[in-house]
């Protein structure tokens, strides 16, 4: 519960950026630059804090940086889910054929480091923030396919199922009204833990290069820009970098409490 209350925080920020900052994330104050938050010698509450090395409000591009990173995780874990539910729901059902190509893909996928296939995808579309959503989404479908086909597995040999087909109820009916809706608990879990993964790819792509772009406010990207100044404004990178961490570790703590809520023999039941 602490996770979530995190979570609605920095939620918070990010619907509410516009209203919560007095300036734009671009904009350029060239007379503030690496300005030091108002805590140190030289700040003040103009820029409460303090301002990068082209002079532009730190506060505005963290707030803004959350509407980027979290929205890209949203989007990842919603395509993700769709596409790997869609799949891993097939391979279950069907087997045969289907299952041995769908799991094909998942072993050539999960053969390589998750890190490594997404800039080899983004290498090839090319640098930019869809292309790197395209990327990471790639990497984190086998997690969803796994999890789903397994539950389909298991849903598929019940009673209930027989009885839905001893009516006759076709393929699609089955799979959307009798075993998908059985299956959700594990993929509602998967999903929570797959987004810290997604918001701490797509900032490891900001951070090579191959995500955001200047001067979008990603906190992958600003963790890169600010490498020069680690020593002498060390608030460029502790900000950010302390804004990625507690985003992704409440979402792993909500994560495993979904789990132990919805897992019976983790209950003890």
Same mark, same amino acid.
């Given at each position: !519960?602490?996770?979530?209350?995190? #979570?609605?925080?920095?939620? @918070?920020? &990010?619907? /509410?950026? +516009?209203? %919560? ?88 996928? !999960?053969?390589?480091?998750?890190? #490594?296939?997404?800039?080899? @995808?983004? &290498?090839? /579309?090319? +640098?930019? %923030? ?140």
């Amino acid at each position: !519960m602490k996770g979530v209350w995190v #979570l609605i925080f920095f939620a @918070v920020l &990010a619907l /509410l950026a +516009p209203l %919560l900052t007095a300036y734009s994330p671009d904009q350029v104050f060239s007379s503030h630059a690496l300005q030091p938050p108002f805590f140190m010698s030289g700040g003040n509450f103009t820029h409460w804090l303090g301002t990068d090395d082209l002079g532009r409000d730190l506060w505005s591009r963290i707030v803004f940086g959350a509407r980027v990173s979290m929205g890209l995780g949203f989007l990842i874990v919603a395509v993700s889910l769709v596409i790997g539910g869609m799949l891993g729901l097939l391979a279950g059902y069907f087997g045969g054929w289907v299952d041995r190509m769908v799991l094909r893909f998942v072993d050539v996928v !999960m053969s390589l480091p998750s890190l #490594l296939l997404a800039m080899v @995808v983004v &290498a090839i /579309l090319g +640098p930019g %923030l869809l292309n790197a959503v395209w990327a990471v989404t790639v990497v984190s479908l086998p997690g969803y396919i796994r999890i789903l086909r397994a539950a389909v597995m298991g849903e598929k040999s019940k009673d209930y199922v027989k009885a839905t087909e001893s009516f006759g109820a076709s393929h699609f009916y089955i799979l959307s009204r009798s075993i998908g809706p059985n299956c959700l608990a594990p993929l509602i879990v998967q999903a929570t833990l797959g987004f810290s993964d997604a918001v701490l790819n797509m900032a490891a792509l900001g951070f090579l290069g191959l995500g955001a772009q200047p001067p979008t406010p990603e906190w992958g990207a600003m963790l890169s820009d600010s490498r020069a100044y680690m020593e002498s404004a060390w608030w460029l990178v502790t900000l950010p970098g302390l804004s990625l961490l507690l985003v992704v570790l409440t979402f792993n703590l909500v994560g495993d409490g979904l789990r132990d809520r919805l897992d019976p023999k983790l209950r003890g039941l």
